[in-house]
Protein backbone atom coordinates (compact mmCIF):
# COMPACT_ATOMS: atom_id res chain seq x y z
CA UNK A 1 0.00 0.00 0.00
CA UNK A 2 1.73 3.49 -1.13
CA UNK A 3 1.77 5.80 1.50
CA UNK A 4 -1.80 7.95 1.42
CA UNK A 5 -2.24 11.52 3.55
CA UNK A 6 -3.97 15.01 3.65
CA UNK A 7 -1.65 17.99 3.98
CA UNK A 8 -3.27 21.44 5.30
CA UNK A 9 -1.15 24.23 3.76
CA UNK A 10 -3.61 26.67 5.09
CA UNK A 11 -5.93 26.25 8.20
CA UNK A 12 -7.02 29.91 7.93
CA UNK A 13 -10.66 31.10 7.62
CA UNK A 14 -13.10 34.36 7.64
CA UNK A 15 -12.54 37.34 6.59
CA UNK A 16 -10.11 38.49 9.42
CA UNK A 17 -7.88 35.47 9.78
CA UNK A 18 -7.43 35.18 6.25
CA UNK A 19 -6.60 39.28 5.64
CA UNK A 20 -3.94 39.30 7.76
CA UNK A 21 -2.90 35.81 7.27
CA UNK A 22 -2.66 34.88 10.87
CA UNK A 23 -2.84 31.54 9.27
CA UNK A 24 -2.39 30.65 6.17
CA UNK A 25 -5.30 30.55 3.89
CA UNK A 26 -4.21 27.89 1.35
CA UNK A 27 -5.85 24.59 0.30
CA UNK A 28 -5.95 21.31 1.96
CA UNK A 29 -3.85 18.68 -0.36
CA UNK A 30 -4.53 14.99 -0.79
CA UNK A 31 -2.43 11.94 -1.37
CA UNK A 32 -4.40 9.06 -2.24
CA UNK A 33 -4.73 6.27 -5.12
CA UNK A 34 -1.86 7.44 -7.41
CA UNK A 35 -3.65 11.30 -7.76
CA UNK A 36 -2.44 14.49 -6.01
CA UNK A 37 -5.59 16.42 -5.37
CA UNK A 38 -6.03 20.59 -4.51
CA UNK A 39 -9.07 21.14 -2.52
CA UNK A 40 -10.24 24.55 -1.73
CA UNK A 41 -7.19 26.13 -3.27
CA UNK A 42 -7.42 30.00 -1.08
CA UNK A 43 -5.10 32.74 -1.26
CA UNK A 44 -1.70 31.81 -1.05
CA UNK A 45 -1.75 28.10 -2.57
CA UNK A 46 0.33 28.33 -4.95
CA UNK A 47 3.20 30.25 -2.16
CA UNK A 48 2.19 27.59 0.60
CA UNK A 49 3.00 24.59 -2.06
CA UNK A 50 6.38 25.84 -3.49
CA UNK A 51 6.84 26.17 0.57
CA UNK A 52 5.60 23.13 1.69
CA UNK A 53 8.57 20.87 2.80
CA UNK A 54 8.94 18.12 0.72
CA UNK A 55 7.86 21.26 -1.66
CA UNK A 56 4.78 19.97 -3.96
CA UNK A 57 5.09 20.78 -7.81
CA UNK A 58 2.26 21.74 -9.29
CA UNK A 59 2.96 19.53 -12.48
CA UNK A 60 2.01 16.45 -9.74
CA UNK A 61 -1.17 17.79 -9.67
CA UNK A 62 -3.91 15.65 -10.92
CA UNK A 63 -7.23 17.67 -10.09
CA UNK A 64 -8.65 20.69 -8.29
CA UNK A 65 -11.90 20.94 -6.54
CA UNK A 66 -13.91 24.02 -5.33
CA UNK A 67 -16.72 23.29 -2.99
CA UNK A 68 -17.84 26.41 -3.63
CA UNK A 69 -16.94 29.71 -5.09
CA UNK A 70 -16.00 32.12 -1.86
CA UNK A 71 -12.75 33.64 -2.11
CA UNK A 72 -10.83 31.93 1.17
CA UNK A 73 -11.98 28.80 -1.11
CA UNK A 74 -10.95 29.85 -4.74
CA UNK A 75 -8.57 32.60 -4.98
CA UNK A 76 -5.56 30.92 -6.21
CA UNK A 77 -7.92 28.71 -9.00
CA UNK A 78 -6.79 30.71 -12.19
CA UNK A 79 -3.58 30.34 -10.83
CA UNK A 80 -3.78 26.55 -10.07
CA UNK A 81 -4.91 26.06 -13.76
CA UNK A 82 -2.27 28.32 -15.72
CA UNK A 83 0.53 26.78 -13.41
CA UNK A 84 -0.96 23.24 -13.53
CA UNK A 85 -0.88 23.11 -17.51
CA UNK A 86 2.22 25.43 -18.43
CA UNK A 87 0.30 27.97 -19.46
CA UNK A 88 -1.96 26.00 -21.48
CA UNK A 89 0.80 24.10 -23.50
CA UNK A 90 0.16 20.58 -21.84
CA UNK A 91 -3.43 19.72 -21.43
CA UNK A 92 -3.77 17.96 -18.50
CA UNK A 93 -5.25 18.00 -14.97
CA UNK A 94 -9.14 18.08 -13.99
CA UNK A 95 -11.16 20.89 -12.25
CA UNK A 96 -14.16 20.61 -10.72
CA UNK A 97 -16.61 22.59 -9.21
CA UNK A 98 -20.05 23.96 -8.21
CA UNK A 99 -22.16 25.43 -11.53
CA UNK A 100 -22.06 29.07 -9.76
CA UNK A 101 -17.98 28.49 -10.14
CA UNK A 102 -18.40 27.77 -13.48
CA UNK A 103 -21.43 29.83 -15.04
CA UNK A 104 -23.32 33.04 -14.26
CA UNK A 105 -22.12 36.75 -13.00
CA UNK A 106 -19.78 34.74 -10.35
CA UNK A 107 -18.17 32.54 -12.29
CA UNK A 108 -14.74 32.23 -10.98
CA UNK A 109 -12.32 31.00 -13.80
CA UNK A 110 -10.85 33.35 -16.54
CA UNK A 111 -12.62 32.34 -19.91
CA UNK A 112 -9.30 32.02 -21.30
CA UNK A 113 -8.18 29.37 -19.02
CA UNK A 114 -11.15 27.04 -19.65
CA UNK A 115 -9.29 25.31 -22.19
CA UNK A 116 -6.62 24.43 -20.30
CA UNK A 117 -7.19 21.75 -17.85
CA UNK A 118 -7.75 18.31 -19.57
CA UNK A 119 -11.69 18.40 -18.44
CA UNK A 120 -14.07 21.09 -16.17
CA UNK A 121 -16.84 19.22 -14.21
CA UNK A 122 -19.68 20.89 -12.72
CA UNK A 123 -19.91 19.44 -9.29
CA UNK A 124 -23.63 18.51 -8.41
CA UNK A 125 -25.50 17.23 -5.18
CA UNK A 126 -24.94 14.10 -4.51
CA UNK A 127 -22.87 12.76 -6.88
CA UNK A 128 -20.32 10.31 -8.17
CA UNK A 129 -17.10 11.37 -9.50
CA UNK A 130 -13.82 9.96 -10.18
CA UNK A 131 -10.20 10.80 -10.55
CA UNK A 132 -8.27 7.68 -11.80
CA UNK A 133 -8.41 5.55 -8.91
CA UNK A 134 -9.48 8.23 -6.40
CA UNK A 135 -13.38 8.22 -6.28
CA UNK A 136 -15.90 10.68 -4.42
CA UNK A 137 -19.29 11.78 -3.84
CA UNK A 138 -20.62 14.87 -3.47
CA UNK A 139 -22.69 15.67 -0.36
CA UNK A 140 -26.36 17.21 0.66
CA UNK A 141 -25.97 20.77 -0.71
CA UNK A 142 -24.85 22.91 2.61
CA UNK A 143 -26.22 25.71 4.19
CA UNK A 144 -23.91 28.68 2.99
CA UNK A 145 -24.32 31.72 0.84
CA UNK A 146 -22.92 30.15 -2.02
CA UNK A 147 -23.60 26.99 -3.64
CA UNK A 148 -21.65 24.33 -1.43
CA UNK A 149 -20.92 20.87 -1.40
CA UNK A 150 -18.63 18.43 0.78
CA UNK A 151 -16.74 15.95 -0.41
CA UNK A 152 -16.92 12.08 0.79
CA UNK A 153 -13.69 10.31 -0.54
CA UNK A 154 -13.63 6.70 -0.68
CA UNK A 155 -9.60 5.32 -0.10
CA UNK A 156 -8.86 1.62 0.21
CA UNK A 157 -12.23 1.12 2.38
CA UNK A 158 -12.00 4.58 4.09
CA UNK A 159 -14.58 7.19 3.86
CA UNK A 160 -12.70 10.27 4.31
CA UNK A 161 -14.91 13.63 4.33
CA UNK A 162 -14.67 16.95 4.06
CA UNK A 163 -17.36 19.22 5.57
CA UNK A 164 -16.69 23.11 3.96
CA UNK A 165 -18.57 25.64 5.60
CA UNK A 166 -22.02 24.93 6.28
CA UNK A 167 -25.02 26.11 9.10
CA UNK A 168 -25.58 22.70 11.10
CA UNK A 169 -28.50 20.87 9.78
CA UNK A 170 -29.24 17.13 10.99
CA UNK A 171 -29.35 16.70 6.59
CA UNK A 172 -25.62 16.35 7.08
CA UNK A 173 -26.07 12.82 8.74
CA UNK A 174 -27.17 11.45 5.22
CA UNK A 175 -23.85 12.58 3.42
CA UNK A 176 -21.41 12.46 6.44
CA UNK A 177 -22.75 9.62 9.03
CA UNK A 178 -19.59 6.85 9.95
CA UNK A 179 -16.64 8.49 7.99
CA UNK A 180 -13.45 7.31 9.67
CA UNK A 181 -11.65 10.61 8.94
CA UNK A 182 -13.88 13.71 9.19
CA UNK A 183 -12.79 17.04 8.24
CA UNK A 184 -14.82 20.34 9.94
CA UNK A 185 -14.36 23.71 8.67
CA UNK A 186 -14.76 25.17 11.86
CA UNK A 187 -15.23 28.96 11.40
CA UNK A 188 -16.70 30.03 14.85
CA UNK A 189 -15.99 29.40 18.61
CA UNK A 190 -19.54 29.72 19.99
CA UNK A 191 -23.29 30.26 18.28
CA UNK A 192 -23.21 34.11 16.79
CA UNK A 193 -26.88 34.86 15.56
CA UNK A 194 -26.47 35.27 11.62
CA UNK A 195 -22.99 34.13 11.03
CA UNK A 196 -23.90 30.32 12.46
CA UNK A 197 -27.14 30.02 9.82
CA UNK A 198 -24.08 29.84 7.47
CA UNK A 199 -21.00 28.30 9.54
CA UNK A 200 -20.33 25.72 12.11
CA UNK A 201 -19.07 26.77 15.42
CA UNK A 202 -17.25 24.31 17.77
CA UNK A 203 -19.94 24.28 19.80
CA UNK A 204 -21.67 22.12 17.00
CA UNK A 205 -19.27 20.18 17.04
CA UNK A 206 -20.61 17.72 20.03
CA UNK A 207 -24.18 17.28 18.40
CA UNK A 208 -22.01 16.60 14.97
CA UNK A 209 -20.25 14.04 16.48
CA UNK A 210 -23.67 12.06 18.25
CA UNK A 211 -25.26 12.77 14.52
CA UNK A 212 -22.40 11.67 12.71
CA UNK A 213 -20.47 8.95 14.81
CA UNK A 214 -16.99 9.82 12.77
CA UNK A 215 -13.58 7.80 13.80
CA UNK A 216 -11.72 10.88 14.14
CA UNK A 217 -12.40 14.27 13.52
CA UNK A 218 -10.47 16.99 12.47
CA UNK A 219 -11.10 20.75 12.98
CA UNK A 220 -9.61 24.11 10.16
CA UNK A 221 -10.75 26.85 8.80
CA UNK A 222 -10.53 29.10 12.15
CA UNK A 223 -11.86 32.30 12.48
CA UNK A 224 -10.57 34.81 15.02
CA UNK A 225 -12.89 33.46 17.51
CA UNK A 226 -11.33 30.05 16.89
CA UNK A 227 -8.12 31.25 17.26
CA UNK A 228 -8.02 33.15 20.39
CA UNK A 229 -9.99 30.48 22.37
CA UNK A 230 -6.72 28.04 21.21
CA UNK A 231 -7.94 25.00 18.77
CA UNK A 232 -5.22 22.22 20.14
CA UNK A 233 -6.40 22.81 23.62
CA UNK A 234 -10.32 22.73 22.42
CA UNK A 235 -9.39 20.18 20.59
CA UNK A 236 -8.08 17.92 23.85
CA UNK A 237 -11.19 18.64 26.09
CA UNK A 238 -13.83 18.24 23.16
CA UNK A 239 -11.84 14.68 22.99
CA UNK A 240 -12.25 14.12 26.71
CA UNK A 241 -15.67 14.58 26.20
CA UNK A 242 -16.62 12.84 23.04
CA UNK A 243 -14.28 9.61 23.44
CA UNK A 244 -13.18 9.71 19.65
CA UNK A 245 -9.51 11.78 18.32
CA UNK A 246 -10.29 15.20 17.40
CA UNK A 247 -7.39 17.36 15.74
CA UNK A 248 -6.98 20.91 15.19
CA UNK A 249 -5.47 21.02 11.97
CA UNK A 250 -2.21 23.62 12.01
CA UNK A 251 -0.21 24.93 8.91
CA UNK A 252 1.36 22.80 6.92
CA UNK A 253 0.22 19.74 9.28
CA UNK A 254 0.43 16.27 7.57
CA UNK A 255 -2.33 13.85 8.40
CA UNK A 256 -1.90 10.34 7.40
CA UNK A 257 -4.59 7.99 6.14
ZN1 LIG B 1 -17.72 30.19 2.31
Redesign the pocket.
Known sequence: MSEMYIKFLGTGGARYVVAKQLRYSAGIFLHACGQNVMIDPGPGTLVRMAKSKPRIDIENITAVIAT?S?ID?INDINILIDAMTEGGDKKRGRLFAPRECLEGEDAVIFSYLRNFPEDIVTLEEKTSYEIGDLKFTTSIRHR?T?ETYGLIFSIEGKKVSFLP?TGFFDGLRESYAQSDVLIVNTVLRSFKPGASERHLSFDDLETLIELLSPGKLAMTHFGMGMLKARPWELAQELSGRSGIEVIAASDGMRLDL
Open positions: HHHHAD
